[in-house]
């Protein structure tokens, strides 16, 4: 196992490949041997073997060939290297085994095609030689390429992402010059892509794999064979005849994803259900799935997966020139083809955005951007007012759906403005509705709030109250209100948008996790912990049903749910779950946002315990994590910075400990607004902090600014009072500070039959 | 020195005699542990040791917890704390491991560490390298966690087969015979160099078929035995090497 092999620039390593199956030798079996054929030998008796073996007798020579060895064998064909006798050259020989070939006009269709195939002539297509037919078994004839396949290259292992890319360009141009000629592969996937021993691909089977696999498959089995993984949806979806280059397209973009992931865009336990997610589902973005691809590579991948043929690129060339402009570092033509990634991003936080943007993306129509825009100028210079509005709303529109936030807002105004006096119809709320979520997620919520609960009023009107459009404004207001600190307000629309999703789509729609998860993260702000936690495991029955295992979104609800764990005292349930979303958040490359909340989460189960130490470097993990991916300067970082000055406080280090406070709180403050219910657990930890310095005043003014904020918002600032006293004395007491920790306690005792009793008042 | 009967580390299967296997009786044992049944458990935990520091290093913790996770795992797994859990995947030693190992990460890791440690058994030493040594040996991977077990799985399975045989050429004094043959049949050996290899074990064109032909037979009955004793019935050996196959195919 001491196979020192490194991926970094080369496509090929220079490694040895076993000569009977083309696997790696070593890899993960004994040092220089071939792990699969070693287990081929356990099983040798049972079934043919994969070593070398006499071929079958019948086979031992096919007309002018004289067969040497068998390459690979499917349930359909075998691949032969043999020698052509009369040119004593040596080639590759794909023979169709067992029952004849389809009749007449089958047949003929056949010739046809391989004729046209074998005209093709390019360094990167493996030429076809000679397309035949011996004694009913139907043959042909290419190079012989000693390399390996992309399956084999890569298979669960992605290809650093510039590789990818110059390895596809080559392919796709390849492609290009097919189609040229009229010739489509139909059939493009990893293992139909030989590379060779310098780093060159080269394309088999071109035209031809799929047809003559096709009469077989049915003439030998009455089923089609095969994983429908690298097929486009009108082709899984067995319309043959429309079959053209863009499916080849689509496979190329599949076949990038392959590279770049590790796994094919839809990959279900059986045909059928990889046929199902094709037809219904988007592939996960393969930045999520492998952070280290290059953004622009991820949209060259995504627009080849479209599954509307025109709207991926128009051929292969076009997707060889954008992936040279990749490589090259320059801008390249396409536009994200949707705002998953930032919903990605903002759903860590804010899960209700991932369903608005999904949402958003997933009904978004995209006409070209230009048409609209030539379009405007047009209206614009006929005074046409009513139409010019219509035309920026659409274009507003569009660019929000094709991730162009800026020119989302830009348009979006000038859509509002053109009728300032009378905005009333579904168009207008539209607008409004941009503008809401792009301030929004600039963090500008306050001016947000006022534009969507605007165009809640219009859409209530026009579309009634249960509607898909009601749903989403009413989600969006209620992250407004969230991001505000304006906790009653977003939880009645949280509720209310519950309401209408729960009427309009199944109960276990991903939509239903994110309202799930809002529905708990307001209820463990106002301390109902019970509730809290059932909200969240809801969210998980949905995600664990709805989503692929190791989606991030379950990463996201354990670890809230480890939060509410951790204030019920479940101190070992916590962890598992919080654990469980490391992992999960480790799986998805590391570079997460739920890896940052678990690790912070589980560095406060750990403080509890006494392990200032070990919560520390959890803490500090956290923290470098969070800066990298959100900044210097945000709420979650300063809530990092707190958690560790309290350790240090712990510690005594008193002076550094409430600078740092000082420096959480007024990062805290400058991202929130100064009333915001966030402040507060700074606020105590500060007041703390400099009572122990022995500033009583200064300690004193510090609680007193907290409970002030608290006494604006109701239970869900009595909460945060008992709470952020509650944590300081468990701190406490974990180091055996009994008697300091005693009157925090009390506070925080308090504090929670206050709030225990202005519940039972309402 | 001809093999017929091949060497058989598994105590209590007698030759031929498939009918129990290793995890079988261990499984069966449960919590009355005969020593048979403990000598057998100890020792496919040491064999498949390495695969499950592997998984744990993947989950991203570092070497130094990656080795007291996995040693504190073991000897909590051989007092048979886990064996009693009724679980649907005992039926494989492979997957049962797994599984008990993520319950003792979730559940159990934390709850360890406050205790004190080291009461009741030794730990298991790692035999010639630390795993660390030999993982840093390894390419650098992007599995999951859970495929990088696996895969190690499979590879320590057949290093084991391997290590079995070798030692019985070693001790008749054919080893040379054997890493040439070894080679020849599972490496990348060129075809047609039989002649050659002949040459250099000094040996007739039929008599170096005969050999391979032995060293095959020997191997297969080795590796199936081996597999075998890690699964709870004969019915699934079969199943179990193809998706061992399959593992290392990639």
Same mark, same amino acid.
């Given at each position: ?94 023979v169709m085994l067992g029952g004849d070939f389809a009749g007449g006009t089958e047949q003929a269709r056949f010739r046809v095609e391989a004729q046209a195939a074998a005209r093709l002539k390019h360094p990167n297509i493996v030429a076809i030689h000679e397309v035949g037919e011996h004694d009913g078994q139907p043959f042909f004839s290419m190079d ?23 390895? $596809? ?8 010059? &097919? ?14 892509? /030989? ?51 863009? &499916? ?64 991926? =690129? ?134 947000? &709030? ?114 509410? /764990? ?6 070992? @349930? ?17 570079? +997460? ?170 | ?36 049944? +403990? ?42 704390? =886990? ?40 730990? $298991? ?38 290590? +079995? ?33 002949? &040459? ?30 890690? /699964?709870?019935?004969?019915?699934? /050996?079969?199943? @179990? ?10």
């Open positions: 196992m001491k196979s020192a092999q490194t991926t970094t620039t080369c496509v090929v390593p220079a490694e040895r490949v076993c000569p009977r199956c083309g696997a790696k030798l070593g890899g993960f079996g004994p040092e220089g041997l071939c792990g699969p054929c070693l287990f081929a030998s356990g099983l040798a008796d049972l079934e043919p073997p994969v070593a070398p073996t006499p071929s079958p007798p019948s086979f031992r020579r096919l007309g002018d060939y004289e067969l040497l060895g068998e390459i690979a064998r499917g349930g359909m064909g075998a691949v032969f290297r043999a020698r052509q006798v009369s040119l004593n050259r040596i080639v590759a020989l794909k012989f390429i000693e390399g390996r396949t992309l399956r084999q290259l890569t298979w669960d292992t992605p290809l650093p992402a510039r590789d990818a890319a110059v390895l $596809l360009r080559t392919v796709a141009e390849a492609v290009h010059y &097919a189609h040229e000629r009229g010739v489509v592969h139909r059939d493009l996937k990893p293992s139909n892509v /030989l590379v060779d021993a310098a780093g060159q691909p080269h394309i088999t089977d071109f035209g031809l794999a799929k047809r003559m696999d096709a009469e077989s498959d049915l003439t030998m089995s009455g089923m089609v064979m095969g994983t429908p993984s690298y097929m486009p949806p009108e082709q899984a979806s067995g319309q043959n005849k429309t079959i053209g280059p863009p &499916a080849d397209v689509y496979a190329l973009g599949a076949v990038l994803y392959d590279l770049l992931t590790g796994r094919p865009p839809f990959r279900g336990a059986t045909p059928a259900e990889t046929m199902a997610q094709l037809e219904s589902q988007e592939p996960i973005a393969p930045r999520l799935l492998n952070s280290g691809v290059p953004r622009d590579l991820e949209t060259i991948c995504l627009k080849c997966l479209e599954k509307a043929p025109s709207r991926r =690129y128009e051929s292969a060339l076009a997707l060889a020139e954008e992936l040279g402009r990749f490589l090259r570092d320059e801008p390249i033509y396409a536009r994200p083809a949707g705002t998953l990634e930032k919903s990605w991003r903002w759903g860590r936080r804010h899960p209700g955005v991932a369903a608005a943007l999904f949402l958003m993306v997933a009904i978004a129509v995209g006409s070209p951007i230009v048409a609209y825009r030539m379009n405007l100028l047009r209206l614009r210079a006929e005074g046409n007012a009513k139409q010019t509005q219509t035309a920026l709303s659409d274009l507003a529109w569009t660019l929000y759906s094709t991730g162009d936030l800026p020119g989302a807002e830009q348009a979006a105004r000038g859509a509002i403005a053109a009728r300032a006096d009378s905005l009333a119809d579904t168009n207008d709320a539209r607008s409004l509705w941009i503008l809401g979520n792009v301030l929004w997620m600039r963090s500008e919520s306050g001016e947000a &709030a006022v534009h969507l609960a605007r165009a809640l009023d219009i859409q209530r009107s026009q579309l009634g109250l249960t509607n898909i459009d009601v749903g989403k404004t009413l989600f969006s207001l209620a992250n407004a209100q969230f991001q505000l600190g304006k906790y009653a307000g977003a939880e009645n629309h949280y509720a209310e948008a519950f309401d209408v999703f729960s009427a309009l789509v199944p109960k276990l729609h991903p939509v239903m996790a994110n309202l799930w998860n809002n529905r708990g993260n307001m209820f463990s702000r106002k301390g109902n912990l019970p509730a809290a936690e059932a909200a969240y495991r809801q969210a998980l029955d949905v995600e664990t049903n709805a989503l692929q295992g190791g989606h991030g979104d379950i990463a996201f609800s354990l670890n809230q749910l480890a939060i509410v /764990l951790t204030d019920l005292g479940r101190t070992d @349930e916590a962890t598992a779950s919080a654990r469980q979303a490391l992992a999960i958040g480790q799986g998805l490359g590391g570079r +997460q946002g739920v890896v940052a909340d678990a690790l912070a989460v589980l560095g406060t189960l750990l403080a509890k315990r006494g392990r200032l130490d070990d919560a520390e470097s959890n803490h500090v993990a956290a923290l470098s994590l969070r800066r990298k991916l959100f900044g210097q300067e945000n709420i979650d970082v300063a809530d990092s910075l707190g958690a560790i000055a309290v350790l240090r406080a712990l510690r005594g280090d008193l002076k550094e400990a409430s600078s740092q406070l000082e420096i959480a709180l007024a990062m805290s403050q400058k991202k929130l607004h100064r009333e915001h219910p966030s402040l507060i657990p700074h606020l105590i930890a500060l007041g703390w902090t400099l009572q122990q310095e022995g500033d009583a005043l200064g300690g004193a003014l510090r609680q007193q600014e907290a409970q002030t904020i608290a006494n604006k918002h109701g239970a869900y600032g009595l909460w945060a009072l008992s709470k952020g006293f509650r944590e300081l004395a468990d701190l406490l007491k974990a180091r055996g500070r009994d008697r300091e920790a005693e009157p925090l306690f009390g506070e925080a005792a308090d504090w929670r039959r206050k709030l225990d009793e202005s519940a039972a008042q309402q | 020195m001809a093999h017929q009967q091949p060497h058989n580390p598994a105590a209590g299967a007698g030759s031929g005699g498939f009918a129990t296997t290793q995890w079988s009786t261990i499984l069966a044992a449960g919590a009355d542990s005969s020593p048979q049944a +403990q000598g057998a458990l100890e020792r496919l935990c040491r064999a498949y040791r390495y695969p499950l520091y592997v998984h744990v290093r993947r989950l991203g913790w570092k070497p130094e917890d990656a080795e007291d996770m996995t040693q504190e795992f073991l000897a909590r797994f051989i007092g048979r704390n =886990y064996l009693q859990r009724a679980d649907p995947e005992r039926g494989r030693f492979r997957s049962f491991l797994l599984t008990s190992l993520k319950h003792f990460l979730a559940d159990e890791w934390d709850k360890l560490q406050t205790q004190k440690r080291g009461g009741g058994r030794p730990p $298991l030493s790692w035999d010639d390298l630390s795993p660390e040594e030999r993982y840093r040996m390894e390419p650098a991977e992007t599995l999951t966690p859970d495929l990088a077990y696996e895969k190690r799985w499979a590879g320590m399975l057949l290093e084991r087969v391997l290590d +079995q045989l070798r030692a019985e050429d070693e001790s008749n004094g054919s080893l040379r015979e054997f890493d040439l043959l070894k080679n020849h049949v599972w490496g990348d050996g060129k075809a047609g160099a039989y002649a050659d290899l002949a &040459a250099a074990l000094n040996m007739e064109a039929n008599a170096l078929k005969v050999a391979v032909h032995r060293l095959r037979k020997r191997f297969r009955e080795q590796l199936r035995q081996e597999v075998l004793s890690t /699964l709870s019935s004969p019915d699934e /050996l079969d199943e @179990e090497m193809r998706h061992l196959q399959l593992l290392l195919s990639s």
